[in-house]
């Protein structure tokens, strides 16, 4: 069976069951099907040895050295129990071994020390001899799985189980206000930033029209949000545009460490690194806020906990600030509370006001069966007029395969609802925090929690029913921005610079304490700043259709009451 794979799909599998006996045995079968390979100055020993290296390097080191107790690649002397079934010994040939081919006829197996792979990559030559105890694919993943953003989620790249809080960190130019997991992947994160630049055309664009007058030079921004490769390129557009940016985590997952590394390296304060603990999380808020003798005056947050912790442990400096920007509807819902209660003391911006709508229409799109739950009767109607079932959730919950929450509420998930889900039903939250599903209702003696991998558990009843329950529920806040098309993963950060131009250089007065939403006239412009991606093209008023309709010809043309 494993003869019959390709040299590519073999080498795959190795990999992926990381048992050096298979490797051992896979490269052996592959020997005889290379038989007609022509090899030079191969040197034949009493006995045979195969490392796979790469034909490009001229000495060849085994990416295990023998007698390594690490789980480690392909050993030299590895002894195979299993080759019996693919091998046998015959006398005649004085010990020499004899391999079974594809046809079923044997063929002597030629004496090699080393098989040489012309088509391999040569970077597979440049890992480290001792891999230790961690697995393989935990001590190849730095230099594959983290420099892609999403594949990033599920793989730790730490070197050692150090925590970021007791390592001394500086980078390249000797600066070590930040605390990140590994400045050394700075490289794999700018390249992921360079990227997301390309899928960010409207961002770069008001970064080239407003940095010649930086309109927000003397602005000092402290940020909360995900470190990710699109909010890097939000925050080196507000450095471009004047601003001194200092940035935590609003979640403890979705931080793309090679991304914080490649700010940290570019010079930006960042605190933050994936799978903080709570104490981690709030130590690192408080290390981007407390630096003696630099008074913030914007925020940015998405979630309100950093507006929470500087109201609440920093109100002298709360005072002070200009504005808040906040990204999310849990952080809107505790401004209007605070706003409510009389104790908001400066003007804020909501600029994300709803997240439901694109998830919907993304699973549409690839063919799911979509059901809305709704308690607005205008979003309903919209729902419906959209073409989805408008249920509760009551109604549907033996038959569905997937449960999203988007509600910034909390209980909307319960364990009578969780009992009731078919099996293999996952269980997610797009939202900023994890009330939403009843979680703390799942720990109990009859069910049984198995952690499959990096933030997916498998929650199990008596009857061997189980449910996938996505990072503890709080991680797919980070993904609303890829499942909502690539258009809100974009719009959301020039919405966010653009509120942020707004409430610093509005005059006194203009905003009193409250919540606002982002005038029309910068929603027209962030939509503006899409279409050319689109290849659209914009029908323009004339001088008369425009005072027929009351407008001013360039905008704004809806009022600001319209959502």
């Known amino acids: 069976y494993l003869g019959r794979l390709g040299g590519l799909s073999l080498f795959i599998y190795v990999l992926g069951k990381g048992l050096r006996e298979i ?47 690490s789980p480690g690649f392909l050993t030299p002397n590895t002894k195979m ?4 079934a693919m091998k046998r010994t015959d006398p005649q040939q004085n010990g020499g071994e004899a391999f079974v081919n594809r046809d079923g006829t044997v063929a002597e197996a030629p004496r090699l020390k080393k098989i040489q792979f012309a088509d391999q990559k040569q970077e597979f030559n440049k890992r480290p001899t001792k891999i230790g105890r961690r697995s393989l694919s935990r001590s190849i993943s730095q230099s594959s799985t983290d420099s892609y953003g999403s ?6 790249s730490s070197d050692d189980e150090t925590s970021p809080r007791d390592k001394q960190q ?3 130019k000797g600066n070590g206000d930040f605390c990140i997991k590994n400045i050394k992947q700075a490289d794999f994160g700018r390249r992921e930033i360079e990227i997301a630049e390309q899928e960010m055309p409207a961002l770069m664009a008001l970064r080239k029209r407003a940095q010649g007058e930086k309109p927000l030079a003397g602005a000092k921004v402290v940020g909360c949000t995900h470190i990710t490769a699109q909010t890097a390129v939000l925050m080196e557009t507000l450095s471009a545009l004047g601003a001194q940016c200092r940035w935590a985590a ?37 290390r981007c806020v407390n630096l003696e003798g630099w008074q913030p005056n914007m925020i940015l947050d998405d979630g309100g906990d950093l507006t929470h912790w500087i109201y609440k442990k920093y109100p002298n400096m709360f005072k002070k600030i ?8 849990t952080g809107v819902h505790r401004l209007y509370q605070l706003s409510k209660a009389g104790k908001l003391c400066v003007p804020a911006m909501n600029v994300n006001d709803s997240v439901g709508k694109g998830c919907c229409a993304a699973l549409k799109a690839m063919g799911s069966i979509v059901y809305v739950t709704e308690i607005d009767p205008i979003c ?32 909307v998930v319960v364990r009578e609802y969780l009992d009731r889900m078919k099996n293999g039903c996952i269980v997610c939250n797009m939202g900023h925090s994890n009330t939403e599903i009843d979680v703390a209702s799942l720990r109990t003696p009859e069910l049984t929690w198995e952690r499959v991998r990096s933030q997916v558990d498998h929650v199990i009843w008596p009857d061997g029913k189980r449910i996938v329950l996505l990072a503890e529920v709080i991680y797919y806040h980070h993904h609303h921005r890829h499942i909502n098309t690539r258009l809100s993963m974009t719009a959301l950060p020039q919405s966010t610079a653009l509120a942020l131009i707004e409430l610093y250089n509005a005059p006194e007065g203009r905003y009193k304490q409250d919540v606002y939403l ?24 004339s001088d008369e259709q425009a005072k027929y309709l009351g407008l001013n010809k360039n905008g704004p043309f809806k009022p600001n009451y319209y959502r």
């Open 322 to 329: 200009k504005g808040i920007v906040e990204e999310s509807v």
């Open 81 to 84: 129990p299993q080759a019996s």
């Open 151 to 156: 594949a990033a989620s599920y793989t730790d």
């Open 518 to 541: 982002l005038p029309k006239k910068m929603d027209e412009y962030v939509a503006s700043l899409h279409l050319p991606t689109f290849d659209a093209h914009l029908t323009e008023l």
């Open 170 to 172: 500086k980078n390249s």
């Open 250 to 286: 609003c979640n403890i997952y979705s931080t793309q460490n090679e991304v914080a590394a490649a700010l940290a390296e570019g010079g930006f304060s960042v605190f933050a690194w994936k799978g903080e603990s709570e104490d981690d999380f709030w130590w690192c808020i408080d």
């Open 23 to 69: 490797a051992a045995m896979s490269v052996q079968v592959l020997a005889a099907e290379m038989a007609e390979v022509e090899l030079k100055d191969v040197p034949i020993e009493s006995e045979p040895k195969a490392v796979v290296t790469s034909a490009t390097t001229p000495t060849m080191e085994p990416i295990v050295k023998t007698g390594d107790p």
């Open 380 to 411: 309903a109607l919209q729902a419906c007029m959209d073409g989805f079932r408008l249920v509760k959730l009551n109604e549907v919950i033996r038959q569905v395969d997937i449960v999203i929450t988007c509600t910034g509420n909390k209980n």
